[in-house]
């Protein structure tokens, strides 16, 4: 284990003894006392010896450690003099965090022995043990039977004890910290206090840096004489934010200012404080009201023991569902604190969900996104250099924005020297570097319920009429203004930063494609959300799944896509049976999300009717896309199929055949008032046509290809004589 720094007030003194070394010494001493068990019951020294050879080593390793001439008592006694000032040590922590006598200790490292050498197995067989395992008679042999009812008690709680059957074995993860060893791969995360932040090294909006700052002046809200009893409150930061929102980097200032490590494990432990979580929250949605569960999981036993032994903070990661409010108990054992301070903890949560937490003093802090000044103060930093318009206008979170920073240094170290000379214009190249890294993140956020939709190219034109053209526009620009909109306008607008359109309009009218013109304008990737993986018949899933959506949206600034949306902002319908309590309460989740959304989403109807008014009140522009009058069919017509002529292939073009192709295209537009879609759909089985026919696209394929689109709707396709 990395030691503490002697800047931290639980640093040891300079001739304290490492914690493999204690550890060492505690296995010694155990080993003695199962020896004066066994004398206990079988009085021969000389018989014990002659049967257990590895006591012999044993007690010539005490010989070395000073203990030579002296009875067994007399040993055991020094040896906890010795011991009992080894306060700075793992063990040592972990006997005073629980309240134990030596004797009460030593069960823990009797139920470790055997696997830390086997030679030890038969010595605990003599003494009721199993297949080398102790057993309660073994303890009470060891200790009597008040101190080891007090120690299992103590140490089942708090993990570090496990049953197995008639017998009790370590936790071999927590005895490999007691040790002096790193954590076990998959189980925790440890910092050392050398290696966390300082409170006044984060650039945090001066607000949440005096509240910090003056928190860790007073023992972080609670100043208290030390010893405490293990009963006593502790103080827990509660973390709110999106990921990559800057939570941990705040929890490991918190835990340097109160002079600790830093400890988390390597999963979220939601799943571990709930018990079949989707369906007691889905139980508590259909009423309307949040799920409560209350549990003393192993894992979070386990992690304040390890933080006790690391000497750290423990920070746990929990993502309850929204309505749903989660538990967490008292800890099995008072946490590892300095000297006049309260025990410490932090928790991440996202916005959304609750959490109860008796016995504790909680503060809460919401890690709302940085503003564009304090985006600016970061980028600087994480780049080093000036910072050009474009990569300002990235609403990243804080971590969000370090990780895409480090990765861009790594692979365009020229360009930003150059960017440093320049500072006013990012390259094409460094940018499309940086929007790659987030493409790359959302894919791995939104794995399985959203999918990346692709670019627009050159040859995709947007045909709309000139005033939907000039809303569009007008959509553009509010979305990449949105910083500076926020700031002018006054506070009774609010500070919602998050733009929110509404497409309207027939199947093919070109909305999807605006919407992806809309992204390619911003610089973003667009993610269309997969409904069919997003619903769940399962009560709870859905909102689970939507607000993963929504938060990879947000902490990506990647432009969000809900195609079709009718089918989840339908109306609100009476409630008849617990379906449409639960449908409603669908609803009631997504109207209150869109409305603090701060990305930018784009919903795609052509049902706008179906669609709640609640939600087109949300809504912040809404386009509608008519069907294409005659001009505008006749540049989608020429976009598809006029720079082909009469001809796929250039051998056989004709100019006198491409004016009259293109004349008779002019007409088709008058005639036939289909969609861009079914224009699209119509030159596609044209070409598709002349690929398997003459090579040549020409009146036949074509009056084909606009058959086909008509019979597809079930009308009748006009005259198309003398078109050509």
């Not at 999807?512 to 809309?518: E, I, N, Y």
């Not at 689109?709 to 009748?716: A, H, L």
Request: aromatic share 4%; proline share 7%; net charge negative.
């Amino acid at each position: 284990m990395m030691r503490t720094p002697p800047s931290s007030p639980l640093a040891p003194p300079p001739a304290a003894l490492s914690d493999a070394r204690v550890a060492h010494l505690w296995r010694t001493r155990t080993v003695l006392a199962l020896l004066r068990a066994g004398l206990g019951t079988h009085g021969d020294m000389a018989a014990w010896l002659e049967r257990h050879p590895v006591l012999q080593a044993v007690l010539d390793d005490a010989a070395d450690a000073g203990l030579d001439d002296l009875k067994l008592d007399e040993g055991i006694a020094r040896l906890d003099a010795l011991l009992s000032i080894q306060t700075h040590s793992a063990l040592g922590r972990l006997q005073q965090s629980l309240g134990l006598d030596a004797d009460g200790l030593s069960c823990w490292v009797a139920a470790a022995l055997s696997d830390d050498d086997p030679r030890l197995a038969p010595v605990i067989d003599d003494l009721h043990g199993q297949g080398g395992r102790i057993t309660r008679a073994t303890l009470v042999s060891l200790c009597g039977p008040q101190t080891a009812a007090l120690a299992l008690q103590a140490l089942h709680h708090a993990h570090a004890l496990l049953a197995d059957q008639r017998c009790w074995v370590a936790d071999a993860a927590l005895w490999a910290l007691a040790c002096g060893l790193p954590p076990p791969p998959g189980t925790w995360q440890h910092l050392p206090h050398s290696a966390l932040p300082r409170l006044d090294e984060l650039i945090l909006p001066e607000t949440w840096r005096q509240r910090l700052r003056a928190a860790a002046q007073q023992g972080h809200g609670m100043v208290q004489p030390a010893p405490q009893p293990p009963t006593s409150r502790g103080v827990c930061w509660l973390l709110r934010g999106s990921p990559g929102s800057g939570r941990h980097s705040l929890a490991a200032a918190l835990a340097q200012s109160a002079g600790l490590g830093l400890v988390m494990p390597v999963i979220d432990a939601s799943r571990a404080l709930s018990d079949g979580t989707a369906h007691g929250t889905a139980h508590g949605a259909a009423h309307g009201a949040a799920h409560d569960t209350a549990h003393t999981p192993p894992a979070h036993a386990s992690l304040c023991t390890a933080a006790v032994l690391l000497g750290a903070m423990p920070v746990l990661s929990l993502s309850p569902a929204p309505g749903e409010r989660l538990q967490l108990p008292e800890p099995p054992l008072r946490l590892a604190h300095a000297p006049g301070q309260a025990p410490l903890m932090a928790v991440r949560l996202p916005r959304h969900g609750g959490l109860g937490m008796p016995g504790w003093d909680t503060r809460q802090i919401d890690l709302t996104p940085p503003d564009a000044t304090e985006r600016h103060r970061h980028w600087q930093r994480a780049l080093g250099t000036d910072v050009p318009p474009e990569v300002l206008g990235l609403r990243l979170p804080r971590g969000t924005l370090h990780r895409v920073a480090r990765a861009a240094q790594g692979e365009h170290m020229g360009t930003l020297d150059t960017l440093g000379t320049l500072g006013a214009q990012a390259s094409p190249a460094w940018m499309a570097t940086i929007v790659s890294h987030l493409e790359a993140q959302g894919r791995f956020a939104l794995d399985g319920i959203a999918r990346r939709m692709p670019d627009v190219r050159a040859e995709e034109a947007l045909a709309l009429p000139a005033d939907a053209q000039d809303e569009f526009d007008a959509l553009v620009a509010r979305c990449r203004h949105r910083d500076a909109l926020a700031e002018a306008l006054p506070a009774a607008f609010g500070h919602a930063s998050g733009v929110r359109a509404l497409f309207k309009g027939a199947s093919g009218t070109g909305k999807t494609l605006a919407a992806r013109h809309l992204a390619t304008a911003l610089g973003r990737p667009l993610y269309r959300v997969d409904l069919a993986a997003t619903v769940s018949k399962y009560i709870g899933e859905t909102e689970r799944n939507l607000e993963r959506v929504f938060e990879a949206a947000e902490s990506l600034d990647i432009v969000l896509l809900l195609d079709e949306g009718d089918a989840l902002l339908a109306g609100r319908t009476q409630v008849g049976n617990a379906t449409d309590r639960y449908a409603n309460h669908e609803t009631n989740y997504l109207l209150q999300r869109l409305e603090h959304y701060s990305g930018v989403l784009v919903v795609t109807t052509n049902a706008a009717e179906r669609i709640d008014t609640a939600f087109s009140r949300r809504m912040d522009v809404t386009l509608d896309f008519p069907l294409p009058d005659a001009l505008t069919r006749l540049a989608l017509w020429q976009a598809h199929l006029g720079h082909l002529g009469p001809a796929l292939h250039p051998e056989h073009h004709d100019d006198a055949a491409a004016a009259q192709w293109l004349d008779g295209l002019e007409r088709v537009a008058l005639r036939c008032a289909l969609s861009g879609g079914q224009i699209r759909n119509a030159a596609l089985h044209a070409t598709l046509l002349a690929l398997d026919g003459t090579g040549r696209i020409g009146p036949h394929e074509l009056r084909l290809a606009l058959e086909r689109e008509y019979r597809k709707v079930g009308q009748q396709c006009p005259s198309l004589d003398e078109v050509f």
